[in-house]
């Protein structure tokens, strides 16, 4: 765990696509806003390098839509949406997600 993730590296490559999905479920946004909006709900600082790569596989994967919107005195830069098989994939891993979750509550037990 790094000072200013509660989480180690190992668990936030792995949740961040799940999470990546998830927020894209409330609407369209780009990668910067993306990164900004987790490390505000306490996930971390994620990355560019980390970032752009889980959403590049989360488009080749079909699950995320992406266009060009052009920059307003600035660059453009790349805007991402959930697809219909986005929305699918996200509801599969939340439940996988719940039912890990019950298995590590229950451990132990």
Do not use: C, I
């Not at 780009?30 to 596989?57: C, D, M, N």
């Not at 079909?62 to 697809?83: A, M, N």
Request: without cysteine; positive net charge.
């Amino acid at each position: 765990m790094s000072k200013d993730s509660p989480f180690p590296g190992s668990w936030q490559r792995a949740m961040l696509p799940m999470l990546l999905l998830a927020e894209l479920s409330s609407g369209q946004a780009h990668g910067y806003a993306l990164s900004k909006t987790l490390q505000e709900r306490g996930f971390g600082p994620v990355k560019g390098a980390t970032l752009y790569p889980a959403l590049a596989k989360l488009e080749a994967s079909g699950f995320v839509e992406t266009r060009w919107e052009e920059g307003r005195g600035g660059p453009g830069r790349k805007v991402y949406e959930l697809s219909a098989t986005g929305q699918t994939e996200l509801n599969a891993q939340r439940a996988s997600f719940e039912m890990l979750a019950q298995l590590v509550k229950a451990a132990g037990s």
